[in-house]
């Protein structure tokens, strides 16, 4: 899997991980790590429903760790920034490489934050008002009308993103990435013709995980809540921040099962998260294509099957 990048995408492999930037030159600046998989240290975390929370940790650590690494080849002043006061301590007191560490961590702890207020709390705590000028309102009725937001404001967030140029690039990167994995797994060879001629959009993408976990989400609510009367708006909250690492288990193994299947039902189960990926992909031109093509030769295993699901 990947992830798109400021002018540049991130690929994983099993064994490897490698960043490819076009700088302004328009040169291919790569970055290629050896993977240290937290699993082989503690093999609990790599069982299942377990893994997938750890998975999802660990992809928003290391995307938001790239993402920043991309974002330093097009600053956006010519001239450095003189570091805050703040950045100068940190430096101080835990040395760069420990104080960039604690900013990204700090970044992705932000980011959860914001998606889990954005997605799951405020469509709870909307349905709660609603219920002030309701108090009748039947429980099955109010987890319906909060499953409705939740798919709602996912939609206009992906819609208003997918409208700033920036964007834009930035999900035509993703478009590459797409593609440049589809021409690999159909055995075809990495070239700008052949990439091109693929899909953009794949069932293993972080898009329909996420529209995936506000679905399983919506399911929890209506058959946990509604049989246990769970009427306050604020116990609504707390359980749904105490099923979330379930619901994102859970989540996981759905998205890996349907992502490794190629049949009637799981094509069926992938098509809603499928039609999400036309907020977030677009098709990319040659130039992007390259990157992703470069990106995926970089974390190819030399052990025939090791990347077989």
Not at 30 to 48: A, F, T
Not at 54 to 81: I, K
Not at 209 to 220: A, E, G, P, R
Request: net charge neutral; with cysteine; glycine share 6%.
């Amino acid at each position: 899997g990947g992830q798109a990048l400021i002018e540049g995408i991130l690929m994983r492999g099993p064994e490897k991980q490698a960043i490819v930037v076009r700088d302004q030159e328009g040169n291919l600046v790569e970055k290629v790590e050896e993977l240290r998989l937290i699993k082989d240290r503690h093999p609990v975390l790599g069982w299942p429903f377990i893994r997938g929370v750890v998975n999802f940790c660990v992809s928003m650590y290391t995307g938001v760790t790239a993402l920043m690494y991309s974002a330093e080849f097009y600053p956006e002043d010519d001239e450095p920034e003189e570091p805050s006061r703040f950045e100068k301590w940190l430096d101080e007191k835990l040395g760069s490489e420990k104080a960039m560490a604690f900013c990204t961590t700090l970044a992705v702890i932000v980011g959860m934050a914001f998606s889990v207020a954005l997605f799951i709390l405020l469509p709870t705590a909307l349905t709660g008002l609603i219920r002030l000028v309701w108090p009748q309102m039947p429980l099955w009725v109010q987890a319906v009308v909060e499953g409705v937001m939740k798919v709602a404001i996912f939609l206009c967030y992906l819609w208003l993103c997918s409208r700033t140029k920036e964007m834009r690039r930035v999900f035509s990167y993703h478009g590459a990435e797409h593609k440049a994995i589809y021409c690999y797994e159909n055995g075809l060879e990495l070239t700008v013709e052949n990439v091109k001629k693929q899909p953009r959009h794949h069932p293993r993408c972080g898009t329909s995980f996420l529209f995936v976990v506000i679905v399983v989400s919506i399911f929890l609510s209506i058959v946990i809540f509604t049989p246990l009367q769970i009427k306050n708006t604020l116990l609504r909250m707390v359980l749904h921040l105490v099923l979330l690492p379930i619901i994102v288990g859970v989540t996981y193994e759905f998205n890996r099962y349907v992502g490794g299947h190629d049949n009637p039902l799981t094509n069926f189960l992938a098509r809603p998260g499928l039609w999400m990926q036309n907020f977030t992909t677009n098709e990319p031109d040659d130039s992007m294509i390259e990157v992703a093509i470069e990106a995926m030769k970089r974390v190819i295993p030399k052990e025939k099957g090791k990347d077989r699901w």
